[in-house]
């Protein structure tokens, strides 16, 4: 693998980068909760308005040594080495030598391309590749924790335990979405295994100790602390802890430790412009793998909730444009044939409460719904016209579901021709012709973005040319007279921005456009 920089990397020996655009990240440091207490906020307000500097209580932060916990955890702690069979060049690219030749066997010694192995699998043009990885033991009877990408595609998985013994091991389930992969290792004898902890406790400024197989080079512990908590990279069901103990390609799946010697993350990827450590590694929160864990370990596959909903976070000024006085919670973008569309949900609400919590955002819903169990109801309320909504949903199943959602249609009507230019974009009406260059369905009512002027607010918020905007203020459009009644009605309502819904390459997401004076 060739790193470039700003590079997300699965820390493994086999690992795959992963962009994280500047706007992905200014995005989450915006969104990013903090870990100071009330409290202690208080406290250091009230040093200020004194004029004092801040103080860090009076105690020992620095261990002596990590020795005695590492001794402690190390027995559970595995290094896993998979192999795959994978293609090898056919016969004709290499030399051509007749079977059994004295030349093949010369030529297959120095590893010439094309000469295959004299055994079955060298007849079938195949040969053997290695991957390394980590992993950790979570119950007496041989279950064992790893990433799914350290063994995704492996035909054999060998486990090598602290004290030298090498086993087999076999795939209970695994769940890409989260990175993690069951495996059970036979034998009579039981093995020493660690535990869970709780990751929501983890501090940023906490001490937690890696372990696993960096490179290759066996067992191997660094220490860190918590740099960040409830970090996402590029997954539906992200929540990391951001650490800067030292972990390399290796080091996937392997625990991360708090100082009593429970698992409070998996080591899974690392930022990095070289490919090696810099300081800035990420471990999923045990809070999601437990849960994924248990239901690996019951049914050999993950059985999450599903709305059926595309959401996304409510800003300030899409909560202005809608009238609404909400500072949180997840809106509804679109809503398809389902759950939510039974329970009646509708595009435009807003969730601010799931299963009797408060909803802060939409990567919380997310969670939230994957956690609950499918079919079973469960209470949801929504702001609707800035008005609280309440309602009963019952929940299916989203591995059942997944790619089988079908989008809401725009009500369709006589459009006009021509273009037009508003808030910063010349736009023209969306037709068959153009909705099948956008490879968009050819139904599909809107109004389609032809140019965006670069210094203008639609710029700003993202929009490009390709984009079909087919709601405004809550309302289809299927004209341009339609979008100019709309900015009218926001405007005499006192209202600075409209609400417009975007579609890009079919993905739905709402945008709050300011609106111009008169």
Same mark, same amino acid.
Request: no cysteine; hydrophobic share 40%.
């Given at each position: 693998?060739?790193?470039?920089?700003?590079? %997300?990397?699965? $820390?493994?020996?086999?690992?795959?980068? @992963?962009?994280?655009?500047?706007?992905?990240?200014?995005?989450?440091?915006?969104?990013?909760?903090?870990?100071?207490?009330?409290?202690?906020?208080?406290?250091?307000?009230?040093?200020?308005?004194?004029?004092?500097?801040?103080?860090?209580?009076?105690?020992?932060?620095?261990?002596?040594?990590?020795?005695?916990? /590492?001794?402690?955890?190390?027995?559970?702690? !595995?290094?896993?080495?998979?192999?795959?069979?994978?293609?090898?060049?056919?016969?004709?690219?290499?030399?051509?030598?007749?079977?059994?030749?004295?030349?093949?066997?010369?030529?297959?010694?120095?590893? @010439?391309?094309?000469?295959?192995?004299? +055994?079955?699998?060298?007849?079938? +043009?195949?040969?053997?590749?290695?991957?390394? +990885?980590?992993?950790?033991?979570?119950?007496?009877?041989?279950?064992? %924790?790893?990433?799914?990408?350290?063994?995704?595609?492996?035909?054999?998985?060998?486990?090598?335990?602290?004290?030298?013994?090498?086993?087999? $091991?076999?795939?209970?389930?695994?769940?890409?979405?989260?990175?993690?992969?069951?495996?059970?290792?036979?034998?009579?004898?039981?093995?020493?295994?660690?535990?869970?902890?709780?990751?929501?406790?983890?501090?940023?400024?906490?001490?937690?100790?890696?372990?696993?197989?960096?490179?290759?080079?066996?067992?191997? $512990?660094?220490?860190?602390? /918590?740099?960040?908590?409830?970090?996402?990279?590029?997954?539906?069901?992200?929540?990391?802890?951001?650490?800067?103990?030292? @972990?390399?390609?290796?080091?996937?799946?392997?625990?991360?430790?708090?100082?009593?010697?429970?698992?409070?993350?998996?080591?899974?990827?690392?930022?990095?412009?070289?490919?090696?450590?810099?300081?800035?590694?990420?471990?999923?929160?045990?809070?999601?793998?437990?849960? /994924?864990?248990?239901?690996?370990?019951?049914?050999?596959?993950?059985?999450?909730?599903?709305?059926?909903?595309? @959401?996304?976070?409510?800003?300030?000024?899409?909560?202005?444009?809608?009238?609404?006085?909400?500072?949180?919670?997840?809106?509804?973008?679109?809503?398809?044939?389902?759950?939510?569309?039974?329970?009646?949900?509708?595009?435009?609400?807003?969730?601010?409460?799931?299963?009797?919590?408060?909803?802060?955002?939409? +990567?919380?819903?997310?969670?939230?719904?994957?956690?609950?169990? *499918?079919?079973?109801?469960?209470?949801?309320?929504?702001?609707?016209?800035?008005?609280?909504?309440?309602?009963? %949903?019952?929940?299916?199943?989203?591995?059942?579901?997944?790619?089988?959602?079908?989008?809401?249609? !725009?009500?369709?009507?006589?459009?006009?021709?021509?273009?037009?230019?508003?808030?910063?974009?010349?736009?023209?009406?969306?037709?068959?012709?153009?909705?099948?260059?956008?490879?968009?369905?050819?139904?599909?009512?809107?109004?389609? /973005?032809?140019? %965006?002027?670069?210094?203008?607010?639609?710029?700003?918020?993202?929009?490009? *040319?390709?984009?079909?905007?087919?709601?405004?203020?809550?309302?289809?459009?299927? *004209?341009?007279?339609?979008?100019?009644?709309?900015?009218?009605?926001?405007?005499?309502?006192?209202?600075?921005?409209?609400?417009?819904?975007?579609?890009?390459?079919?993905?739905?997401?709402?945008?709050?456009?300011?609106?111009?004076?008169?």
């Amino acid at each position: 693998m060739k790193p470039i920089s700003r590079n %997300v990397l699965t $820390a493994s020996a086999l690992a795959l980068s @992963i962009g994280l655009g500047v706007a992905g990240a200014q995005q989450a440091a915006e969104n990013e909760p903090t870990d100071i207490s009330p409290e202690v906020q208080q406290q250091a307000q009230e040093a200020a308005n004194q004029n004092q500097p801040l103080q860090a209580p009076a105690t020992q932060v620095m261990p002596d040594s990590f020795a005695d916990l /590492v001794e402690q955890v190390a027995p559970a702690v !595995v290094n896993i080495t998979t192999v795959s069979v994978v293609s090898q060049p056919a016969f004709g690219q290499g030399p051509n030598f007749p079977e059994g030749s004295p030349f093949s066997d010369l030529f297959r010694d120095f590893g @010439i391309p094309g000469i295959p192995d004299s +055994g079955p699998e060298g007849r079938r +043009g195949q040969q053997r590749s290695n991957a390394l +990885g980590s992993g950790f033991v979570i119950s007496a009877d041989g279950f064992i %924790v790893t990433n799914n990408h350290v063994i995704e595609g492996a035909d054999e998985i060998e486990i090598e335990f602290y004290s030298g013994e090498k086993k087999p $091991a076999e795939v209970i389930g695994t769940d890409p979405k989260t990175d993690i992969a069951l495996l059970k290792v036979m034998s009579d004898e039981n093995f020493p295994f660690v535990e869970f902890g709780d990751s929501d406790t983890a501090r940023m400024g906490d001490w937690v100790l890696a372990m696993g197989n960096p490179l290759g080079q066996g067992f191997s $512990a660094s220490t860190g602390i /918590v740099s960040a908590r409830n970090r996402e990279l590029a997954g539906t069901y992200d929540d990391y802890l951001q650490t800067d103990a030292a @972990i390399n390609r290796g080091n996937s799946g392997g625990p991360l430790f708090d100082m009593q010697g429970r698992v409070v993350g998996v080591n899974t990827a690392i930022l990095s412009p070289t490919g090696g450590s810099i300081g800035i590694g990420f471990s999923m929160a045990s809070n999601v793998v437990t849960k /994924v864990v248990d239901q690996l370990q019951e049914y050999g596959e993950t059985r999450r909730g599903w709305l059926g909903v595309s @959401i996304q976070d409510l800003t300030p000024d899409m909560a202005e444009a809608m009238g609404m006085d909400a500072s949180g919670g997840a809106m509804i973008s679109e809503v398809m044939d389902g759950p939510a569309k039974d329970a009646g949900l509708e595009a435009g609400d807003v969730v601010i409460e799931f299963a009797g919590g408060p909803v802060a955002d939409s +990567g919380e819903l997310v969670r939230r719904v994957a956690d609950s169990p *499918a079919g079973e109801p469960v209470q949801i309320a929504v702001l609707r016209d800035d008005e609280r909504v309440e309602m009963q %949903v019952t929940l299916g199943r989203r591995e059942l579901a997944e790619g089988q959602g079908t989008a809401s249609s !725009v009500t369709a009507g006589n459009p006009d021709d021509g273009n037009s230019d508003m808030m910063g974009m010349s736009l023209s009406v969306l037709t068959p012709e153009i909705a099948s260059e956008l490879g968009a369905p050819g139904d599909m009512k809107g109004l389609v /973005v032809r140019e %965006v002027a670069p210094d203008s607010p639609a710029a700003e918020k993202g929009l490009a *040319a390709g984009d079909v905007i087919v709601e405004a203020g809550q309302q289809p459009l299927v *004209a341009l007279s339609d979008l100019e009644t709309q900015i009218s009605t926001a405007r005499d309502a006192g209202r600075k921005s409209i609400l417009l819904l975007i579609r890009r390459a079919g993905e739905p997401r709402f945008v709050a456009l300011p609106i111009q004076e008169d």
